[in-house]
């Protein structure tokens, strides 16, 4: 059976200058003799993609929910993705587009995909906290993570489409994105799904409602629920079969959901199921810095909500938190934490995330 070889869009540019297939071979062996890190990496994975006798991608999970894994996918449907992408966006041939993300995970790797089989013009720089920071370019489409949009609002304005994976946007993060003429879009997928496989437009909306759009999947992808809300996902163009996830959902249609929550950090306390998730959307109108809700046992609850923050450990910080929560008429009683920890450094993933289970075990010792 012949490989089959994927073809570099004729319009295709890689930091201003277009590239063959045959010449982009030149140029990822200069990444790698040459470049920095992350251009290494960059060389690595074009060395990889041109390569015909593989079929697949070798992908590293990004570890937020359990260890990192490596995993392989089909490189047709690293291009399925590239197209759904294109169309749900409605972004065509010659896009400028801006890589900001690291190469070595999905969502760096989608961009270079989606670059060059749709066309685009594509600037890659060093992935950090502010990638937009030394740049005076505009550009139409990018992707970030949500720590480095929160890093980019005084220049977003040089982004005309950004979508941002990797983690949830926060209440404070999209209300701070209102009013910015740049079409912000929150996405949910995951490295096994080759990326996003839904989005929603979390900026600038026609209406007054406060309450959050649903999900929106992309063509060709639908989605449904078991009898534990468990999200099932269905793209024959990107799964071999519907994937069970871990993500508790409220089905809109088969195309629309709202998502609730992680099915492995629901809380059971005194009989009453909590999402972690929903109760932190709650606390994020007064907590500016990074935390999270988990759960200890208790003896008459079996299991109590419990507050970790990022913050220096300070008697007067933890009284502040437990009166200002206290006054919270949204939370009901068993939703309330029973106790805080203050974290000065936050466990993380490879990839940056916040890593709940070491965070806690670290400081449980």
């Known amino acids: 059976m012949a490989k089959q070889e994927f073809e570099i869009h004729p319009c295709f540019k890689l930091n201003g200058t277009h590239f063959s297939r045959m010449h982009l071979h030149k140029v990822a062996y200069s990444f790698i003799k040459e470049g920095q890190p992350y251009e290494e990496r960059v060389g690595n994975f074009l ?36 197209l759904a992408t294109g169309k749900y966006f409605k972004v065509k041939e010659e896009t400028k587009a801006l890589m900001c993300l690291p190469p070595k995970h999905i969502g760096g790797m989608m961009m270079m995909v989606r670059a060059m089989t749709l066309g685009w013009h594509l600037d890659i720089v060093k992935p950090s906290s502010n990638p937009l920071d030394k740049l005076y370019k505009t550009y139409d489409f990018c992707a970030m993570t949500p720590f480095q949009l929160d890093n980019s609002l005084s220049r977003l304005h040089l982004i005309k489409k950004l979508i941002v994976g990797g983690g ?47 999900f929106k999947t992309l063509p060709k992808i639908s989605v449904a629920s078991d009898e534990h809300n468990q999200l099932i996902i269905k793209a024959p163009k990107l799964l071999d079969e519907p994937l069970l996830t871990n993500d508790i959902v409220k089905i809109e249609t088969y195309k629309k959901f709202y998502w609730k929550g992680r099915a492995d950090n629901v809380i059971n306390s005194g009989g009453v199921k909590i999402h972690p ?20 046992p208790d003896n008459s609850l079996g299991e109590k909500v419990v507050l970790f923050v990022e913050l220096p450990f300070s008697e007067k910080t933890i009284n502040d938190l437990t009166e200002a929560i206290e006054k919270m008429e949204e939370l009901d009683k068993y939703e309330k934490p029973k106790k805080i920890y203050l974290v000065e450094k936050f466990e993380e993933t490879p990839s940056g995330k916040v890593n709940r289970k070491r965070t806690i075990s670290a400081k449980m010792k």
Do not use: C
């Open 168 to 214: 949830h946007i926060s209440e404070n993060l999209k209300q701070m994105v209102q009013g910015i003429p740049t079409k912000v879009y929150e996405t949910f997928g995951m490295t096994e799904t080759v990326s996003h496989i839904a989005a929603r437009k979390v900026n600038n909306r026609k209406s007054n409602k406060t309450e959050p759009k649903p």
């Open 47 to 82: 060395l990889d993609w041109l390569n015909d006798d593989y079929d697949d991608i070798k992908v590293r999970t990004s570890g937020s929910t359990g260890k990192p894994k490596v995993i392989f996918i089909d490189k047709q449907k690293m291009v399925n993705s590239a």
């Open 277 to 296: 998730e929903e109760v932190e959307k709650k606390l994020q109108k007064f907590i500016t810095q990074r935390f999270f809700l988990s759960a200890m």
